[in-house]
């Protein structure tokens, strides 16, 4: 069953000092904060992600490469410093 979802454009970055800008799909009535506060996921889905000032991250198997684009990426949410949305 396919549930319906608001795209948000985000920046995120990681305890590993990665910086991520891509895609969240957060079920239609949840704000961004309600989906990524939902204690039943430990893990976020970013769609047409792109990773920037990358160094050494070992995380994301990307090793002294200064950009990476992937279609999906999943993060594990306590690894999350911020997180913000951007407008469109």
């Excluded at 985000?10 to 969240?24: K, P, R």
Aim: charged letters at 25%; glycine letters at 2%; one cysteine or more.
């Amino acid at each position: 069953m396919k549930v319906p979802t608001d795209k948000k454009k985000v920046n995120i970055f990681c305890s590993d000092n990665s910086f991520v800008t891509g895609i969240i799909h957060v079920p239609q009535g949840l704000r961004l904060l309600d989906h990524f506060n939902n204690a039943n996921e430990n893990f976020l889905v970013v769609t047409e992600a792109f990773f920037q000032n990358l160094r050494e991250v070992h995380s994301f198997k990307l090793v002294k490469e200064l950009k990476k684009q992937r279609s999906t990426v999943i993060l594990y949410k306590s690894c999350i410093k911020w997180i913000e949305e951007l407008k469109k």
